[in-house]
């Protein structure tokens, strides 16, 4: 499963625009701060949005849960016993539209579990920013500090030079 990225059914295009704002550039730290309460809005209000349509969608599921149940227990054949609660709860989850609904139930879910994950990852960033400038301000960390550390970033991830695809001598070699 790794590598493979879950992302939320509804909203979708705006949780992945939110997920490319999570990582922290300490060069552009003005433009962090300025652009984090736009982000905690947006994201806060799919969030409340996904929330309230997981709601509705689990009260719907619970509704048609006891329609399945009413069904069962009206259709049982006149003179005979009536089924047990047991046993009609047991058949009403069977059913095949509430089998659809929860399916739809759990979609929601997922969905209103990563956006609660989505907001509780921008306040995180929010709190970091937040001690990033603290420790900056504090001279704790300089400017060159965050350049020579981009530096190092950049290099360990470019890949050596192989000199021998480009067919040129050894350097200090004849």
């Given amino acids: 499963m790794d590598g493979i990225p879950i992302t939320p059914k509804l909203l979708q295009e705006k949780y992945d625009w939110l997920k490319r704002y999570l990582k922290t550039d300490m060069l552009c730290l003005d433009e962090e701060l300025e652009r984090m309460p736009v982000l905690m809005q947006e994201a806060s209000e799919a969030s409340a949005v996904v929330n309230e349509i997981n709601d509705a969608e689990k009260e719907r599921r619970s509704i048609i849960y006891a329609q399945a149940c009413a069904r069962l227990r009206d259709s049982a054949p006149a003179g005979s016993k009536a089924p047990s609660e047991a046993q009609v709860a047991s058949a009403a989850q069977l ?5 659809a609904q929860l399916e739809i139930h759990q979609n929601a879910r997922l969905d209103a579990a990563l956006w609660t994950a989505m907001v509780d990852s921008m306040r995180t960033k ?16 300089t400017k060159d500090y965050i ?3 981009r530096r190092e970033e950049i290099r360990a991830a470019t890949p050596p030079i192989n000199r021998a695809a480009f067919n040129a001598p050894p350097v200090g070699g004849a």
């Fill in 95 to 99: 059913d095949p539209e509430y089998l």
């Fill in 126 to 141: 929010a709190y970091s920013l937040q001690t990033a400038g603290g420790l900056i301000n504090s001279g704790f960390i």
């Fill in 147 to 149: 350049r020579d550390r």
